[in-house]
């Protein structure tokens, strides 16, 4: 699918507001609603939207460690590794990365047990060699988001 400029100004709307209706987006895009409803209905089909989701604050609701888990893995079960960590609650977001660490997850916590207790599982996977743990001191950024840019 070829996206134009049209498509990635709706996009970037949704992303500042995935509420926002398509009669506002129109007033906002000067265009009518009908053309807005059929952009995203293609943007969906097509899978570059794919999902709405509500952005939560992790510290309202207890989450207060975040920890990046680093993890070397032997190779012809670093996939399984990856899709079982993927299906875990309190992971975040999984990486397949180079270097000298196989994956990178990133995950939320409630407490250091809690924590403690997610390493030692990842600890018995079997085809994980070894973890390192890094505790988040302060998030500077994070977002769900693209950067969109639009030429104006």
Same mark, same amino acid.
């Given at each position: 699918?070829?996206?134009?400029?049209?498509?990635?100004?709706?996009?970037?709307?949704?992303?500042?507001?995935?509420?926002?209706?398509?009669?506002?987006?129109?007033?906002?895009?000067?265009?009518?609603?009908?053309?807005?409803?059929?952009?995203?209905?293609?943007?969906?089909?097509?899978?570059? @939207?794919? =999902?709405?989701? %509500?952005?939560?604050?992790?510290?309202? &609701?207890? /989450?207060? $460690? *975040?920890?990046?888990?680093? !993890?070397?893995?032997?190779?012809?079960?670093?996939?399984? @590794?990856? =899709?079982?960590? %993927?299906?875990?609650?309190?992971?975040? &977001?999984? /990486?397949? $990365? *180079?270097?000298?660490?196989? !994956?990178?997850?990133?995950?939320?916590?409630?407490?250091?047990?809690?924590?403690?207790?997610?390493?030692?599982?990842?600890?018995? &996977?079997?085809?994980?060699?070894?973890?390192?743990?890094?505790?988040?001191?302060?998030?500077?950024?994070?977002?769900?988001?693209?950067?969109?840019?639009?030429?104006?």
């Amino acid at each position: 699918m070829q996206v134009d400029e049209l498509d990635l100004k709706i996009l970037e709307l949704l992303q500042e507001n995935g509420k926002m209706g398509y009669r506002e987006m129109a007033e906002k895009l000067n265009t009518n609603p009908s053309t807005i409803f059929n952009r995203v209905r293609s943007l969906e089909s097509n899978g570059i @939207i794919r =999902k709405y989701a %509500a952005v939560l604050d992790p510290d309202r &609701l207890g /989450y207060e $460690i *975040t920890a990046v888990i680093m !993890i070397r893995a032997s190779g012809p079960r670093i996939v399984d @590794i990856e =899709k079982e960590l %993927a299906s875990m609650p309190e992971v975040s &977001l999984v /990486y397949d $990365i *180079t270097g000298e660490f196989d !994956i990178m997850v990133g995950a939320k916590f409630k407490d250091r047990d809690s924590l403690n207790k997610f390493v030692k599982k990842i600890l018995t &996977l079997q085809g994980v060699e070894r973890t390192t743990t890094n505790l988040v001191l302060n998030v500077v950024k994070e977002e769900p988001t693209l950067p969109i840019q639009v030429d104006d």
